[in-house]
C-alpha cells in the first residue's frame, strides 16, 4: 500500500500536479489511526491511503487541500475530546505532518539569441528549472549557458513536440526570426502551458497569428498568448526587455496585479 502511495505520488508531480502526503507521527488515547499511518491528498479531494477515518481524516484532508493551494507543509496536532476543536468525545491526541510534493516550475527558452542569454540569467535567480532550445549548437551550448538544466539542439518543433508539457511549463518563444517562431507557437499552443509568450513587433505577431488561423489553429488558443510578449518598460535593451518578460512570466505565475505596491497600500505621512 505504502509503495503504491509513493509511486502515485511520483506519477501525478511528473504530470503537473500537487500532492500532499498526510503522515501520523504521534498517536495517543483512544484515536482511530496508527502512528506512520499515511494518506495522499490531490487538489480535487482524492485521497489514497488513510490515516484512521472520520473526523480526523476529514479534517486532515482539508487541512491538505490548504496546503496544496498554499504550497506549504504543515504541521497538525487534534485533540480527541469534547474541548478539542473537533469536539470528540474518543480522548487522546493526534499529531502529524503533511508534506507537499510539488512539480519544479520549468521555463523554456526557445532561442539562445541575446534576450535568451539574458532571460536565462535572470531565470536562474528566480529558481527556475531552465530549459534552452535552438538548432544552433554554436548558441546552445554550455558556455553560454552554464547553469542551464538542459540544453536542447534541434530544430525548435521537434523538440517542443517531444518534451513534456504541464501546468508547471512557461514558455518563452525568442527564435532568430518569425519563421522559427511560428513553428514553435503552432507546436505548443494547444497544449496546457500555464503560460506561452512570443516575442515580435504588433505587425509581425498579426502577420504570424493570421498565418496560424488560415493553417486551421484554433483562435481561442492564439488568444491566451501573450504576443507581443512581456510588460511594457520602454528600452531596447536586451537584459532590461529580457526582465519585462521574466516580470510579466511572475505576474501570471504568482497571480499578481498590474499595480504599483503604493497604491495598494496607502502609507499615511
Known sequence: ?????????????????????????????????KTGSLMAVWENGEIQGTVGGGK????????????IKNNESSNFKYKLNESGELGMQCGGEAEGFIKIFAP??????????????????????LNFYT???????????????????????EKVDKALS??????????????RGHKDDALAL???VSKNAAYIGMIGSSNKTSYVMNNLIAKGVCREDLEKVFAPIGLDIASEKPEEIAAGILSEVLLIKNKGTLNHIKDLKKINF
Open 104 to 125: 519544479e516550475t520549468k521555463l523554456i527558452i526557445v532561442g539562445a539569441g541575446h534576450i535568451s542569454f539574458h532571460l536565462h540569467k535572470i531565470a536562474k535567480i
Open 162 to 175: 517531444e518534451y513534456p508539457i504541464n501546468k508547471n511549463t512557461y514558455i518563452i518563444i525568442v527564435t
Open 186 to 188: 503552432e507546436t505548443v
Open 131 to 153: 530549459v534552452v532550445i535552438d538548432d544552433r549548437e554554436d548558441f546552445a551550448n554550455n558556455e553560454r549557458f552554464p547553469n542551464a538544466n538542459e540544453i536542447i539542439v
Open 1 to 33: 500500500m505504502e509503495q503504491d502511495i509513493l509511486r502515485n505520488i511520483y506519477k501525478s508531480v511528473n504530470n503537473g500536479d500537487t500532492v500532499a502526503l498526510a503522515t501520523l507521527t504521534h498517536i495517543s488515547g483512544s484515536s482511530p489511526g
Open 56 to 67: 480526523v481524516e476529514y479534517e486532515i484532508i482539508n487541512k491538505s487541500i490548504e496546503c
